[in-house]
């Protein structure tokens, strides 16, 4: 019997487990497909003003940053059940807020840390 119960802990284990590696996957996918469509349009030599970009994302940034004079970096977060899910999305804001660059889950680089 007791046998049973352990066999029964184990399978129940298991499928958790499954299924949690299952919605990693679909939110990892889900923050891979956002930079993506942001990847295209600069890859295509093209740009997004920051209301272009919250509607082809279908959301509002998390957070949002001035690290820099001229700079502007927003942050989508997707979390997971292991880990959190991050796509920066870069602009310049000489003249409009114009996307310039987007990265997925790196630390943002020297040139967008904020100066101390």
């Known amino acids: 019997m007791g046998k049973l119960i352990l066999g029964g802990a184990v399978c129940v284990a298991a499928v958790v487990a499954i299924l949690l590696a299952i919605q990693e996957q679909q939110i990892r996918l889900a923050s891979e497909s956002a930079h993506e469509k942001l990847e295209e349009v600069i890859a295509a030599g093209g740009t997004l ?9 279908g959301r509002d940034p998390d957070e949002v940053r001035r690290p820099a004079k001229h700079r502007l970096v927003e942050e989508y977060h997707w979390s997971g059940n292991f880990r959190t899910y991050t796509v920066y999305a870069y602009y310049s804001t000489a003249a409009a807020k114009l996307l310039s660059a987007v990265s997925i889950n790196q ?3 020297d040139w967008e840390q904020a100066d101390e």
Request: glycine share 0%; aromatic share 0%; net charge negative.
């Open 49 to 57: 003003t920051d209301a272009e970009v919250h509607q082809r994302l």
């Open 107 to 109: 630390t943002m680089p």
